[in-house]
């Protein structure tokens, strides 16, 4: 198996893997908490961030790399203030996982916003009146509640992560090691004579990742869901 | 122990405008739908927070506008029966019941999980879903996780609607043991004037968002003029004590040493109990009636007839065994004579009295 694909289209996987769990990781609880205050709270400016959140997957990907880079850079605003304390995105894979995050995030807020709508408020009274917080009624009551939604929208975040090109490629490029991810490897075997082998072996990987991934959260979805009452 | 309700809260169209205290015992909401009671008891549990507010439970302020004080619902010391049950779907029936008592650690217990089981008999419950209960079975565990909250005050917004006749005879006794056997003031929503009958010790009736009437259970239903869900569902309560069960299938009341025949109760020898007695089942004779099939003849003085526009009438009449209504027509109250102060026997036939209005007192 191990001899089945070069050492370079190892480190591709590997890195893609890398970056796909750490984007789906980081984009977590900021998905949670966007698609909790999207689904139950009224706030000014509530359309605004609605619009900005879903932004990544409207606008061409080759932009958001784009304003990744000047913000997130060297010389971006938050990328210098970053780097004085030795955080660096440019260039590095922790850059793909960013890209890859900002990518997903529209896709996992949609999940787990619905699966929070789909909960009704009256549980959380009922759990009010009974003496809980309303972090203790978030904890107790909501969460296990959307938590076939919640599985659902990371393991559609991890999918997209392993997909995403455009602003991966136009933020961080593609350094062999560094920021080669699966798709960005899939390119460059196909710029260069008599890399469609290579190329082909890289997609037939990714389709299993993907399927996997799709199977994976179907049976756990279908666990919880029994788990939590709601089959 | 007591509650004491002021709120004013103006709706599109709708003003609330709503002040009672409500002694110990449990205190009814009455009203028909849009007459804003469930907005009364949402404001006291705090899920709404209305305009102007004050609400004092047990001498501690909930809720004062003035004061700009306003405790958040989960430090109410509540125990909230809803009317759809609102169990959590992903625990079992055990860790629902033991929700709020986890949260609530530093107050005195009302009632232990065992208790709680044995009381409403729900031992074989404890390790199955919500999903798997019937209605009866999800209002008794509700019932039951209001209780282990270690509540100060219950309140119940029309817990029996949702329920079909049969589950709401089995849910209702559960409600009278709560307000016998635990010390808690209880608020309690209805529209059902049965439910009002057999459980109140006040009524608070609401009509278009005002109080149309507070006062004693008794006294409010037997009051001839007041009648908010029309005249046929008028019926007074009278308050007797259970003699000996005949071997004939009826059951001898004693009210105030008048006897009474009812069918066969399920209640011992001894125990005090509230039966309605619909002014629809009652008939009303100048003398003594001779050679009648009805069992129950009480003499009585008219205190008052009152007629509507309608050919029916009601009739009060202050007995031995108490006040009793009675619907006659206007025709009949003309042809009888009967007048303020008046002699008149008032008949019930046994088997006229529901069992669903017989409750315990």
């Keep these: ?231 | 122990m007591s509650v004491e309700v002021h709120i004013r809260q103006g709706f599109q169209g709708f003003d609330l405008d709503v002040s009672f205290a409500a002694p110990a015992g449990l205190t009814v909401l009455f009203g028909s739908s849009g007459s804003g009671k469930t907005s009364v008891i949402n404001a006291v549990a705090g899920l709404s927070r209305p305009a102007q507010s004050r609400i004092v439970v047990n001498g501690e302020v909930l809720s004062d506008s003035a004061t700009r004080r306003w405790v958040p619902p989960h430090q109410r010391s509540l125990g909230y029966v809803f009317q759809e049950g609102r169990l959590f779907p992903h625990m079992n029936v055990r860790k629902n019941l033991l929700y709020g008592n986890g949260l609530s650690k530093g107050r005195a217990e009302v009632a232990s999980l065992d208790q709680v089981v044995e009381i409403l008999g729900i031992g074989g419950l404890l390790e199955r879903r919500p999903a798997e209960l019937s209605g009866g079975e999800k209002q008794r565990v509700a019932i039951g996780r209001a209780l282990l909250a270690r509540p100060k005050l219950i309140l119940a917004d029309e817990p029996l609607a949702a329920l079909d006749e049969p589950r709401k005879a089995e849910i209702l006794p559960y409600f009278e043991r709560l307000r016998d056997e635990f010390s808690l003031p209880i608020l309690y929503v209805t529209h059902s004037i049965a439910e009002v009958a057999r459980l109140a010790t006040t009524v608070v009736a609401l009509k278009d968002g005002k109080v149309e009437r507070v006062g004693a259970a008794a006294e409010v239903l037997s009051d001839p003029s007041f009648t908010p869900m029309g005249p046929r569902a008028v019926g007074a309560v009278l308050d007797a004590k259970v003699v000996t069960h005949h071997e004939d299938g009826l059951t001898e009341l004693t009210a105030n040493g008048v006897a009474l025949m009812l069918p066969q109760l399920s209640h011992a020898i001894g125990d005090q109990v509230r039966v309605r007695v619909a002014a629809h089942d009652v008939i009303l004779s100048r003398e003594a009636p001779k050679g009648l099939s009805a069992l129950n003849i009480v003499e009585g003085r008219v205190q008052s007839v009152r007629s509507g526009g309608g050919p029916g009438a009601i009739v009060s009449v202050d007995t031995k065994a108490g006040r009793i209504l009675a619907r006659i027509t206007r025709r009949s109250a003309a042809a009888l004579e009967l007048s303020e102060g008046g002699t008149c026997y008032a008949v019930m036939k046994s088997v006229s009295v529901a069992p669903q209005d017989i409750g315990t007192r």
């Design chain 1, 1 to 231: 198996m191990s001899d089945w694909l070069g050492p370079q289209e190892w480190a591709a996987v590997g890195l893609s893997l890398k970056v796909a769990f750490w984007a789906m990781m980081g984009a977590v609880v900021p998905g949670v908490f966007v698609a909790y205050a999207l689904a139950r709270w009224e706030f000014f400016g509530k359309q605004f961030v609605n619009v900005l959140v879903h932004l990544p997957l409207v606008l061409p990907p080759v932009a958001t790399g784009y304003l990744l880079l000047i913000t997130f850079g060297t010389q971006g605003v938050v990328g210098s203030a970053l780097k004085e304390i030795g955080v660096v995105f440019a260039f590095r894979w922790t850059g793909a996982a960013l890209a890859a995050a900002v990518m997903a995030f529209p896709l996992l807020v949609r999940a787990i916003r619905l699966s929070i709508e789909a909960i009704d408020p009256k549980l959380e009274q009922a759990a009010a009146t009974l003496g809980a917080s309303r972090g203790r009624v978030f904890f107790t009551v909501t969460l296990p509640l959307m938590l076939p939604g919640l599985l659902a929208g990371m393991v559609l975040a991890f999918a997209k992560a392993m997909g995403e090109f455009g602003a991966t490629i136009t933020f961080v490029s593609n350094i062999p090691g560094q920021t080669r991810t699966l798709p960005s490897a899939i390119y460059a075997f196909l710029q260069v004579p008599g890399g469609e082998t290579a190329a082909m072996r890289l997609v037939v990987v990714s389709i299993i990742v993907a399927a996997g991934a799709l199977i994976l959260s179907e049976v756990l979805a279908r666990r919880i869901a029994a788990k939590v009452g709601q089959a």
